[in-house]
C-alpha cells in the first residue's frame, strides 16, 4: 500500500493508505469522486440554508425594533422585512438546501462507510481476491448513488407536482 487517499482537504481528515491495485482503477476514482461531490455538496447546501434561515431569524428579530421607529417608516420597514422573510423562504424552498444537505450528508456518509468495509476487506468485500474487491466496489458504490438519483428525481417530481397544483 504506498498510495494515500484524501477525500477532501481538510486538515482533521486522516490519509487512507489504498491498495496499489486500486489506485488508479475506474471503481476506486468513481469512489473517490463521488465522495468528494457529495461531500461538498452537502457542505454548500448546509451553508445558504444556515444563512437563509439566520437571514430570516434576524429580520423578524428586527420587527419589534421598527416599531420604535416614526410610524410611517416603521410601517415600511416592517412590510419589506416581512417581504425579505417570505422570499428568503421561497428560495430556501425551491433550492430545497435543508432536504439537499441531509440527503447528501447521507450518501456521503454512506460512501464513506463504503471506502472504509473496502479497505478492511470487511462486510462484502472478505473473502474476495482483488479483481473481484473491485468489482463488488463499483457496483456498491452505483447501487449508493442510483438510489441518491432516483430519490432526488422522484422528489423535485412531487415538489413540482405539489407547485403546479397550486398554481391552479
Request: aromatic content about 8%; proline content about 4%; overall charge neutral.
Amino acid at each position: 500500500m504506498t498510495a494515500l487517499s484524501k477525500t477532501n482537504d481538510k486538515p482533521d481528515e486522516l490519509a487512507v493508505a489504498v491498495p496499489d491495485f486500486a489506485v488508479n482503477q475506474p471503481a476506486w476514482l468513481r469512489l473517490e469522486d463521488q465522495l468528494r461531490w457529495y461531500d461538498d455538496k452537502s457542505l454548500h447546501s448546509q451553508h445558504w440554508y444556515k444563512r437563509m434561515k439566520l437571514a430570516q431569524v434576524a429580520l423578524a428579530m428586527l420587527i419589534p425594533v421598527m416599531s420604535l421607529l416614526p410610524a410611517d417608516l416603521a410601517k415600511w420597514a416592517a412590510a419589506v422585512s416581512g417581504i425579505a422573510i417570505a422570499l428568503l423562504e421561497a428560495v430556501q424552498q425551491m433550492n430545497q438546501y435543508s432536504t439537499l444537505w441531509v440527503t447528501y450528508r447521507s450518501t456521503a456518509e454512506r460512501l464513506k462507510h463504503e471506502k472504509f468495509l473496502f479497505l478492511s476487506t470487511a462486510g462484502p468485500y472478505r473473502g474476495l481476491a482483488e479483481p473481484e474487491r473491485l468489482i463488488q466496489l463499483a457496483e456498491r458504490v452505483e447501487e449508493h448513488v442510483s438510489t441518491e438519483h432516483a430519490n432526488w428525481f422522484n422528489e423535485t417530481r412531487r415538489v413540482a407536482a405539489a407547485v403546479k397544483l397550486e398554481g391552479k
